[in-house]
């Protein structure tokens, strides 16, 4: 009954509203990607938009549309969303199924399995959020399908190694790996399941479980193929699934090295790169701000405007659009003819003669004229200290071959006297009387960790790149799977770090469980229809109470064993209240707690997967509480003869008038709340603002068109 109930509050209207909702913009392109075979960039692993594109083809869409903006219409652009909209529901629904699957596999009541199922399938953000194009439907149901798995292998414990053991212990690998395969967060799963089982081997270790310690180390043995190996294995999968689906050039070849975008069909990188040999005279570009290197036959002054003296040499500068003056040839240092087609490597000593007027590029211990911290480039006569005219060649990627390359190798030159590397910077221009409102270029210190001071060759003077390209069909050497999958994980990292542009509807993770803000998904302003995605204010508050119920018990059954008593008389009630509603809010927590340590930006969504954890202690506690009894015992018992067992009372739950009444007057908050802000939930029926304005619970929350 529950799961019909999910179905039907998952599916309600889903149609609605025919348009472009939040970050449907973002995951339903993704879809079309992979329809279309071309490379994209996301922070999130690729389990849950490779699901959607494969739902995609069950339903025959194309991909054609490109989600540009929040509001478009699906229908004038012919776009199946219902179809697509129909499976973070139908994950939603069996996200219920779960919940109360759960409860019933750790032994709880009926009425605890009902409670828990129910208050998740009434909460206005669950819905809100799980039947649109997004990724966090597939995100819950995959981790409380590891929850579930897990503990149907933990209930075999004492049949351990029998062939259904090893299978749950696999389905919980696998379905831990799958959780991380839709967001990077699975890996809090990870960390709580890892808890949970370093906790079991303490537990087998004990001598008084009489286990030897090379049956141990079948344990540890089993648990590391279980736990690392099939995750590891799994994980792995889908991202090899994902590099021979994406093997074109695409939107996201800008986010990669050079080398991995080469590895792409139809990558400009691979008809625009040639090696670069010695005497080539080339242009340099520098990435970071869209400039090329250049010097003209103008002066630095002899005197600044501050009244600092100048060197009075050759400006070199950095210029949006290159001409003759940007080009630079590549000459050895070492005795290599000219006419010998050698190589510029990672570690080659070089000089850079500028073409137009036949000088060598030098830095010296003068100030630069903006930076006074940095030294000034500029251009010397041929002879004239050599020594300040030597750069080392140093390529960003040169495990991945070390020939420098245009386009595809970026380089750091960096002075052989001084320590400092070329580089530019955008913040500030040269004075127009003098310097022509050009960027400064100049030798920066501490470049060790900054990577705008790599440069990247475009052009060879006299070759045309595609042509040669063509005709010899030169190709860089392909890049492994995990050459690939390293590159794209920390690039992952690295960009998920720089989320944190302001943004009006994010919120910080102390907020949450008080559910003091929400989030603005979609907006009529004709009829006044909105998404407003925001909690049930009732279910959400209630659990925060559960929870510090929980660690209030958990404190008090501490100070107890300082008395050498407990906290919880009953020994079978103690065990279920903490290894069981336990590890709920160890699931709670490491759901939870990890946000506030993140620097990226967050949005109430994030709490979700801690939230259905939360709906789960509720449960527990209420059940504990409320309930007469448990039922006990729940796991698989020994079936050798042979082997110690433990006296066990079987117990049976039995819930009393008090407890139906309880649980249905925490069902009638949760429900009245829900069907209370329903209308903002679904964004729809229209609301007048009179209307809007009594749904408005808290101040905090920016609803749309409220008085």
């Keep these: 009954m529950v799961t019909i109930a999910g179905f039907f509050i998952s599916f309600y209207k889903i149609w609605w509203p025919a348009e472009v909702v939040f970050d449907e913009v ?6 079309g990607y992979y329809l279309n075979r071309t490379f994209y960039f996301d922070v999130h692993p690729p389990l849950g938009k490779m699901m959607f594109a494969a739902m995609s083809l069950l339903i025959g869409y194309d991909g054609h549309y490109d989600f540009a903006e929040i509001g478009e219409s699906y229908t004038a652009n012919n776009v199946p969303y219902v ?3 129909a499976l973070p ?4 629904v069996a996200s219920v199924a779960l919940m109360y699957a759960i409860m019933k596999q750790s032994g709880y009541s009926t009425l605890a399995c009902v409670l828990s199922s129910c208050m998740y399938i009434f909460d206005n953000a669950v819905v809100a959020q799980h039947r649109l194009i997004l990724l966090d439907s597939s995100l819950i149901f995959y981790m409380l399908l590891t929850v579930y798995t897990y503990i149907r292998f933990f209930k075999l414990r004492h049949r351990s190694f029998t062939t259904s053991w090893w299978l749950w212990m696999t389905a919980a690998g696998t379905s831990m790996a799958m959780t991380l395969s839709v967001k990077m967060v699975g890996l809090f799963i990870v960390g709580a399941v890892g808890v949970a089982v370093a906790s079991d081997l303490w537990s087998l270790l004990d001598v008084r479980n009489g286990l030897s310690l090379k049956e141990f180390g079948k344990h540890l043995t089993a648990r590391v193929f279980g736990f690392i190996f099939v995750p590891i294995a799994v994980y792995l999968f889908w991202f090899y699934v994902h590099f021979a689906i994406l093997n074109q050039s695409g939107p996201g070849d800008v986010y990669m090295s050079a080398n991995f975008q080469s590895s792409l069909e139809n990558s400009p990188i691979t008809l625009k790169a040639l090696d670069i040999h010695y005497y080539d005279s080339i242009t340099l570009f520098h990435p970071a701000t869209s400039v090329y290197l250049h010097s003209h036959d103008h002066r630095y002054p002899r005197r600044y405007d501050d009244g600092r003296i100048g060197s009075g040499g050759q400006q070199v500068v950095a210029v949006s659009e290159p001409d ?10 070492k ?3 000219e006419g010998k087609r050698t190589a510029v490597r990672h570690g080659d000593t070089i000089q850079l003669e500028h073409v137009a007027t036949g000088k060598n590029l030098l830095t010296h211990n003068v100030a630069s004229p903006l930076t006074r911290t940095n030294q000034e480039f500029t251009v010397v ?7 300040n005219t030597l750069f080392k060649v140093t390529l960003n990627d040169h495990s991945n071959g070390n020939v420098w390359r245009t386009h595809a190798k970026s380089v750091r030159l960096t002075a052989k006297m001084t320590p400092v590397a070329l580089w530019t910077f955008d913040t500030e221009k040269l004075p127009e009387h003098w310097g022509f409102g050009f960027q400064e270029v100049n030798g920066k210190k501490n470049y060790m960790k900054e990577k705008s001071t790599f440069w990247t060759a475009m052009e060879i003077q006299g070759k045309n790149a595609t042509e040669i390209n063509l005709k010899n069909k030169n190709k860089e050497k392909p890049m492994s799977f995990l050459q690939k999958f390293m590159e794209l994980q920390i690039r992952t990292i690295e960009h998920n770090a720089k989320l944190t542009k302001p943004h009006p509807y994010k919120s910080k993770a102390v907020d949450w469980p008080l559910m003091r803000r929400g989030i603005s998904y979609w907006r009529d302003n004709a009829t006044k229809e909105q998404i407003y995605m925001t909690g049930n204010i009732f279910g959400w508050r209630f659990g925060l109470v559960v929870v510090l119920l929980f660690a209030g018990v958990t404190i008090a059954q501490l100070l107890a064993r300082q008395r050498d008593t407990h906290a919880v008389q009953n020994a079978a009630v103690r065990q279920r209240l903490f290894r069981s509603a336990g590890f709920f809010w160890l699931l709670w927590g490491f759901h939870y707690l990890p946000f506030f340590v993140m620097g990226r930006s967050l949005y109430l969504h994030h709490y979700l997967p801690a939230l259905s ?4 202690l509720v449960g527990a506690l209420f059940d504990l509480a409320c309930v007469k009894g448990i039922n006990s015992p729940t796991s698989a018992m020994h079936t050798s ?3 110690n067992q433990r006296s066990f009372t079987a117990m049976r739950a039995r819930p009393t008038y008090w407890s139906y009444l309880i649980a249905c007057a925490i069902l009638s908050a949760q429900f009245a709340v829900f069907v209370f802000l329903a209308p903002i939930t679904y964004g729809s029926p229209a609301l007048t603002a009179e209307q809007i304005s009594r749904r408005k619970i808290l101040q905090t929350w920016d609803i749309a068109f409220a008085t």
């Design 26 to 31: 973002h995951f339903g392109k993704f879809a």
């Design 324 to 333: 003759q003056n940007s080009y630079w040839k590549v000459k050895p240092t």
């Design 89 to 92: 529901a139908s994950l939603n």
């Design 83 to 85: 179809g697509l909209r």
């Design 641 to 643: 003869s042979n082997e």
């Design 335 to 337: 005795d290599i003819p």
């Design 613 to 616: 954890c939360c709906y789960l």
């Design 381 to 387: 006569p041929q002879g004239e200290q050599y020594n």
